[in-house]
């Protein structure tokens, strides 16, 4: 890590050549300061015979303070909390018990929408329109 603090790297055999850089950032502040990066390069190779990659380009524009980073983007898909609907979450119990006098045990499983008991924004009743219901097994 010494190396790069000290600028011991400088030389690298890969490194682009410090007046190519030059030439490239005297020309965006004479001719393109207007044009996005991207554009730019475009013009570069096309009119001046630049031959340096378009990131190292664009580095140097950031590094040299002619060009602001873009802003980050929120996230494609964002998370959010599901939309409570009547329904989504129904509590059932089912246990064998003798309900009325006279009769067998039976089993009776009532539903319960748990939307209706947590304040819900909606006072939709639960009607045999829009709650489907079980017959006979």
Not at 20 to 35: H, N, Q, W
Not at 108 to 133: E, M, V, W, Y
């Amino acid at each position: 890590m010494t190396g790069w603090l000290t600028g011991a790297w400088a030389g690298a055999p890969r490194r682009a050549p410090e007046e190519e850089l030059e030439r490239m950032l005297g020309l965006y502040r004479d001719k393109y300061a207007d044009f996005t990066v991207k554009h730019f390069h475009e013009q570069l190779q096309k009119r001046h015979g630049y031959v340096l990659g378009y990131t190292v380009t664009k580095l140097a524009l950031h590094a040299s303070g002619l060009v602001r980073k873009a802003p980050k983007r929120s996230a494609h898909r964002k998370k959010r909390p599901r939309r409570p609907l009547l329904g989504m979450m129904l509590h059932q119990d089912g246990s064998r018990h003798v309900w009325l006098e006279g009769l067998p045990a039976m089993d009776l499983i009532p539903s319960q929408s748990a939307l209706l008991h947590r304040g819900s924004r909606t006072n939709i009743p639960l009607t045999n329109q829009n709650c489907p219901r079980i017959v006979a097994i």
